[in-house]
């Protein structure tokens, strides 16, 4: 057996082995570990320090004393947001609408990658990837004004259209299930450029023998997709939902804030966490209970990103992302 002396000789000589091979990679990848380095400051200018004001989600915040001296009240933020009745809402219309989201934009993603893969003219195609991804660069400001313009109850386009032919006027801002179809038809419209993109990439990165043994086996088009195209995809779709799982309490606050606006009446159906926290804190000083709401949201985003790449492990190992 090895004496103390010689354990810690050990130690001290794997140590000294550790920091020559990090000082040896740092100095043969210089140039790289220096353009890393505006990243890294701004990830922690932005996403770090201010981590620090989750304290308040547990203080009695006032501004004479600052969220780091103010008194302590335990976890009556958290109380006074779920009592508040809003707690369920917002978290129910976040997960349901993401969900939505996620699930929609994924299958109308993969399915306009694999026809913009199968078309054959070059310019055709070329033009029908600029023209899906163009709105991806819209401003939701943009998007909101065009919706506005097409059911505005007065003088929207749909309505023209409907009084035009003898029918009466829909008030699609006081409809709370309009909304529950045009969020999701703008989320797909705005997103499914860049996530075509995405999976258009891997397609082409499928060896094209795959798909020529296929074709001297007798499979047609639809048989290739079915049995090549889509099992190939399988990995990167996984990983673009584990990505999107983890942000799916973290609602596109731009959207529903621009297109509901202060639509009093559709808040019920329409609020998120992000636009409620918003909200509160334009109408109200209660910093408290918004940091609590805003902990609260953080917390169920790690819980469920942990619990669905958990379960992914369990069914396919390589498809997980930690």
Known sequence: ???????????????????????????????????LVPAVVFTIIFSYIPLTGLVMAFKKYNYADGFFFSPWNGLDNFRFFFISGKA?????????????????????????????????????????QSLMF??????????????????????????????????????????????????????????????????????????????????????NKFKRIWHITIPQLTPTIVIMLLLA??????????????????????FDATDIIDTFVFRSMTAGSDFGMISAASFYQSILCFIIIVTVNQIVKMVQKDYALF
């Open 88 to 128: 369920w809402i917002v978290t129910r219309n976040t997960l349901v609408y993401n969900l939505v989201f996620i699930l929609s934009g994924t299958f109308v993603e993969v399915l306009c990658a694999i026809l913009i893969a199968e078309m054959r003219g070059k310019y055709f195609k070329k033009a029908s």
């Open 134 to 219: 163009l709105p991806f660069f819209v401003s939701w400001v943009i998007v909101a004004t065009f919706i506005y313009n097409i059911f505005n109850y007065e003088y929207g386009i749909m309505n023209s259209l409907l009084t035009s032919v003898g029918l009466d006027r829909i008030d699609v801002y006081s409809k709370s299930w309009a909304w529950m179809i045009i969020l999701p038809l703008c989320s797909i419209w705005k997103g499914v450029g860049y996530g075509t993109i995405v999976y258009l990439a891997a397609i082409m990165g499928i060896s094209k023998e795959m798909y020529e043994a296929a074709e001297i086996d007798g499979a």
């Open 1 to 35: 057996m090895q004496s103390h002396a010689q354990v810690g000789a050990t130690g001290k000589g794997l140590k000294a082995r550790t920091q020559f091979a990090l000082l040896k990679e740092l100095s043969k990848n210089r140039v790289l570990f220096l353009m």
């Open 245 to 266: 799982v983890g942000r799916i309490l973290r609602g596109n606050f731009e959207m529903f804030y621009q297109l509901i606006g202060s639509s009093a009446n559709l």
